[in-house]
């Protein structure tokens, strides 16, 4: 069976007609029967790549780096579009023009991404001969290529294979726009990916192409998603902006946009729990996570000569505790309710009915969106998303539905092992199964041009080369490209190595790269593992001459001058050095040598200036500021310049700065916290500045109908629905509930979110007070809730009759008022907390006497008085403390006054009939002796005739009296 020829549409005359709609435009760069040599041998394509005569000094200065060849390329086609050639009109011109660069990119990506490999040389076909005349011409016209690749001193890997390809593409695509013209969206479209695949092969994103993707995206969407009618094209658009927002680090925005991908295809999915068992020794079944999933028509497979279907091999776990899958019970007709994350009543019919262990098939694009969901998770913090147990069900799916797209099965297969990584039964099978995945790619990446850049050693393994039925032709490996989550197969091996650091196999990374000549990975290998020595010859190798002139002594420092050139990732290497030695003179030269590009120069920089004395905080936020004029969209230098601007008092400037912080990530719950600290300080006026949500004085549904007036602390209130959205996120962190608290309650009447104030207080004792008890509890705002409490309401207009089914009726408080959750957070969270507190035993006697409990009044206040007692016995009547002394006088003096004077001779609540009512203490008068007493005699040996004794004797008289 020969293999399908690659490439794109025959014709583009279907893009070109006016008539064709925008969604086939957006779709119609997809493979079809077509090859890439004839494309790229057609006599136009053979003019732009300069194989007709050409003037012999512009070669010789691309070969000497003098003239971009990108630039070369770019000049040529503007010149041709624009040339008679052939007999071909404009309009052939610039579609033979699009079909070069679309054959170019794709012959990039099966060479670098997919495979297979290549059957024939991309040097041979592009480059004029005077360009690939030998080995060293070769390498040199290759090097400037790359070394053009780079955007604001982030490098491209320096050992990209067959970059012709992609300079070709980029040319056409991205530098010039004569293509424009006649098909917008396609063209756009095209140049966006080209932008997007330049990004993900710098070594870090970088604000200048993230500006043009984005810029591209949204012209895009303008034109494609106008139309309301939902559609296959639009899903997939949506599916592929997620991916941009994945790999930017917007992993909300990317959420959102599947979640719409989902919605126009019909693609119904769930994470649930259904019964089963997952160790070979379990013998409950009990819940386990899963997704259900259905696509809207059913997926046919791709097989291979043989009729079996094609995809890498999938390593089995062959572990002695843990199910290859999970075993989900069958029979789900008497299954108790589980613990879902999507309760089962919630699911559709369409979804509720389906087997878990036998799933039907979905589309590769629905399977797609599955492992783009898993992608776009953050598994940083539980808090913020699913955890990696959680993102596992996402990849299963794919794998044990079978996936019908080899590019789409290998792509869950690694986001498999990437999950499985961190797991102590399954990180053997996911380093195993990575290590697979990359031998095949290098397999199928590999070339045949002899004259690479550098000679790159042929890795070794210890697992069996792949077979011909774990590969698949070019078609359908690319088909789906940029639906995935690809990476080209040098991060791939990156990737691999950083697994095996972290099982502790240093050996087996650094040998990946050192044959990669990843050299900046190696030294940061080197560092992790406090080998700091070795990191700096690693890189100061590749930035200094030797001292002796000798490269190969192994003693070599490299502490001679700088090379020339320097290499294109120069700016990182001098980075990294300044990390080792910390030095800033390092990242200094890293921001010089990029042509001040290096946004991580300056980021660096400013940590280094945070780490000295307060006045270099100025330089900090200087430096953060230059990092940002490079890199507008970076959300942690946002972050790091707020906080600084919040240590120099600019309040201002930190709401600039932390709004646009939580504009690019609305979860950053810090962000939102220290938003709303600097919201409260500053004097910018309230009407300017940036709210979450509005809200309204919580009495305004007890007040009657009255229009509420005029809120004069608006400020205040959008400090705290910035506050309000941290809780939200950080439910668990109770410096941002403190916060929330002092907010609120800083708000006077009629204003004051009295709501907010007892969740705020209530949160906290959760959180705190079984480390902290009633110190957690703020008492200055406990006393403003009992102050509103006891002046704003009759305690019989809260009370409400219910019947408990006794047939007496109970009254009860009635719930959701304020004052309901008052009394709740009083009953219920702080007087359990109480043990040495004499203030909150005295908030308490003032809300039972509000309640009318008088007996409950008279307790409190014993309990207040004793806890003064205990409190001050050290203080007062062992070290002569007059402080103390006074303390347990007016104690004293409040509690017969207050409390035994006052509730003794009352009648005791809840009493009825006509017999003599119970007293609350009839023998209070005693108990008052008894107190007076007490003190006296402590304090006898040091207060004795002072004026706190001569107030207790004059009070024991007042009680003899009475």
Known sequence: MAEPSVMFPTSLDTIYDETSSLRQQYDSVRLADAEIVPILQLPLARALFGHNPVEGTVLTRIVDGEISYTTFLADAAKSLSQTQLGGLTPEQRRSQLLHIALAALFGFLQSNVTGPPLTFSPAELILPSTLQSNATTLKAVRSHIIRDLSVDGEAAYRLTPNVELFAVAKALLVDTDILLSNAPLV???????????????????????????????EQISNAL??????????????????????????????????????????????????????????????SQLVILAKSKEDATQTVNDDGKPSGPKKLDLNDDTLLESISFTKDTEEQPKQVTVQEESALPPALASLDPGDQPKLNPVDSAILLALAAAITNTAPENG???????????????????NWQIYTQALLARSRIEGYRARTVERAVLQMQALVDQVIADTATLDANATTTVEEPTTFLPRPEKSESAF?????????????????????????????????????????????????????????????????????????????????????????????????????????????????????WEVSNHRYARAQRSLARHYLTLKPPALEKAEEAYRKSLHINRLNHGAWFALGCVQLELQRWDDAIDSFTRTVQLEDTDAEAWSNLGAAILRTSKPAESTPTAVEQQPDEGDESGTEKAPEDPHKQKREALAALHRAAQLKNTDARIWDNVLTVAASIPPPFTPFRDVVTAQRKLI???????????????????????????????????????????????????????QILSLLDDSIVPLITHSAPLWALVARVEHFRGRPSKSFEAHEKAWRATVASSTQGAFQMGDEKKWMEVVRATEKLIRNGYAKYGPMDKEGQEGDGEAELVAKDWRFKARSAVRGILGKGKEFWEDSEGWSRLKELQTEVGSA
């Open 766 to 820: 959760e959180l705190l007070g079984t480390k902290k008890g009633e110190k957690c509890v703020d008492l200055p705002i406990l006393s403003i809730l009992v102050d509103h409490l006891v002046t704003a309401y009759e305690y019989d207009e809260l009370l409400i009759d219910v019947n408990d089914g006794s047939g007496t009726p109970q009254r009860v408080i009635r719930s959701g008022t304020i004052a309901g």
């Open 474 to 590: 070019a078609a359908e490996r690319l088909e789906y490209i940029w639906l995935l989550n690809f990476s080209t197969r040098w991060n791939l091996e990156a990737e691999l190595a950083k697994r095996w650091v972290d099982l502790g196999g240093l050996r087996t990374a650094l040998d990946i790269y050192e044959r990669l000549q990843m050299w900046a990975e190696a030294a940061l290998c080197y560092a992790a593992t406090e080998r700091e020595d070795k990191a700096k010859v690693v890189v100061r190798r590749q930035l200094y001459a030797p001292t002796n002139g000798s490269a190969d002594d192994e003693d070599e420092k490299f502490e001679g001058p700088e090379l020339s050139p320097l290499p294109a990732d120069a700016p990182r290497l001098f980075c990294i050095l300044g990390d080792i030695d910390s030095n800033p003179t390092m990242y200094e030269r890293a």
């Open 187 to 217: 063209v756009r479209t095209a140049k966006m990916r080209v932008n997007f695949l330049h990004q993900k092969m710098l070594s870090e994103t970088t604000g200048t192409l993230q500006d043009e993707i984005y810029s591209d995206m």
């Open 225 to 286: 998603l106008t139309d309301t009618t939902p559609s296959p094209e639009k899903g997939k658009f949506y599916l592929e902006r997620a991916l941009v927002h994945t790999h930017h680090g917007f992993d909300t925005k990317a959420r959102a946009d599947l979640e719409k991908a989902a919605a126009e295809r019909g693609f119904e999915f769930a994470l649930t729990g259904r019964l089963g068992k997952r160790t070979k020794f379990q013998e409950r079944d009990t």
């Open 386 to 404: 699913l955890t990696r147990e959680e993102t596992h069900p996402y990849a299963t799916r794919v794998l044990e539905g079978g996936s019908s």
